[in-house]
């Protein structure tokens, strides 16, 4: 199997290591700094466990790389439409592309039925342009579930998990997805095969809807974020109102949020990503989450005042730290 990994960061860079010193046949489309210590000094992760460095194939450019069998789109979902735009030549019309992006993806509502079938989200795919390039029928879902972040380009650290969740949309079990599943086993991913792929991504949506976002205003890692009475009640509220379009679309958590907090205080003093994307002054990944939350309420009809304050207020702030 060839693989290529779309985005050499916390997450795409973790898989690719594993990927590669598996044997696979790996690349990775990256730019930039990343690309240039790549190319010198390989990817190299760094865990508990110890330190691992891996050789790979890297380019900004997908025809040097050529036609894969699967390509990992791994990169923040605010970038997702310009990776898009540019994987063309990674593709053949038998490659799948395993989508990694947190919040809802640009695919959640094709063939899926219910009240949004085939609804397009401008929050999430403005101008359909990752819909006009990666179509649902060579898209395998997917959610991450392990803790990553990135010091340097090219260096990662995995601080916790290893998890990922991969599946049909249709929820099949296909040859693809089982030569996929069998390629981020052996690069030491834990990995489940799911026959309900969107309820899997809206369950991670919800956990990570307001602890991000609030962390990112902030500044707050997770614990302190819900040691904090008043915080945590309007987190939670935000979370009712997630949960009520989960109900409406097909994708129901029968967890309350206090349950989902328990889980969340396991991780400690947790920095999550968006707090880490706001702290090194890059674009965060708001509009996947809060805006498609309440894109979507709009259509199904449940209102959603505490994800719009918690959407304004984190965009207004990233605005502002932008302008400094």
């Known amino acids: 199997m060839r693989v290529c990994v779309v985005g050499a960061g916390a997450v795409g860079g973790f898989i690719a290591a594993g990927l590669a010193n598996a044997g696979t046949d790996t690349s990775v489309l990256a730019r930039g700094a990343t690309l240039s210590a790549i190319r010198a000094d390989g990817l190299r992760v760094e865990s508990a466990d110890g330190t691992i460095t891996a050789k790979v194939t890297a380019s900004d450019d997908a025809a040097e790389l050529g036609a894969q069998d699967a390509v990992i789109l791994a990169v923040k979902a605010q970038s997702a439409p310009a990776a898009a735009a540019s994987i063309g030549p990674l593709l053949r019309p038998d490659s799948v592309v395993l989508s990694t992006l947190n ?19 401008d929050s999430v795919d403005p101008g359909g342009t990752i819909a006009s390039a990666i179509p649902v ?81 902030t500044g707050a890692t997770a614990d302190q974020i819900l040691d904090d009475d008043l915080v945590r009640v309007f987190c939670q509220s935000a979370m009712l109102e997630a949960r009520e379009i989960g109900a409406r679309i097909g994708c129901p ?72």
């Open 103 to 121: 919040g809802v993806p640009w695919w959640f509502f094709e063939g899926f039925g219910g009240p949004c079938e085939g609804r397009h989200l």
């Open 137 to 217: 029928s060579q898209v395998i879902g997917g959610t991450v579930h392990l803790s990553a972040s990135s010091s340097a380009p090219g260096v990662i650290h995995r601080h916790s998990g290893n998890g990922i969740i991969i599946g049909e949309p249709d929820g099949t079990d296909t040859p693809r997805l089982a030569s996929l599943a069998a390629a981020l086993r052996a690069a030491g991913l834990t990995v489940t095969v799911s026959a309900s792929i969107r309820a899997d991504v809206w369950y991670k949506l919800w956990g990570n809807l307001t602890v991000g976002p609030v962390s990112a205003l």
């Open 253 to 324: 958590i029968t967890e309350t949020p206090t349950d989902r907090n328990l889980v969340t205080r396991k991780l400690g003093a947790f920095r999550p990503s968006m707090l880490q994307d706001a702290e090194a002054g890059r674009d965060l990944e708001l509009d996947a989450l809060t805006g498609a939350v309440r894109e979507i309420g709009a259509i199904v009809g449940v209102p959603t005042p505490c994800v719009d304050a918690l959407h304004g207020l984190t965009r207004l702030a990233a605005a502002v730290r932008a302008r400094r």
